[in-house]
């Protein structure tokens, strides 16, 4: 996410979180650090791997497509 900080992302991610955990809906979680990978690989070509292996919803949706 642009112009936010760190601890402004993780609240944003424990609050979505603790939503579908009341709800009783499964909460998956994967974390990665793309930190110096995404300095370095063509976004486009990241993006397409991704949805290779059906990785969709929210994370792919925010990367440029272009």
Not at 10 to 26: A, D, F, H
Request: hydrophobic content about 35%; proline content about 2%; some cysteine.
């Amino acid at each position: 996410m642009r112009s936010c900080s760190c601890a402004s992302q993780l609240l944003s991610v424990i609050y979505s979180v603790g939503e579908t955990l009341e709800k009783n809906k499964q909460t998956d979680v994967l974390c990665l650090d793309f930190a110096k990978v995404l300095d370095t690989v063509d976004h486009y070509i990241l993006i397409e791997k991704l949805k290779w292996y059906d990785v969709t919803g929210q994370l792919s949706d925010s990367f440029p497509t272009t």
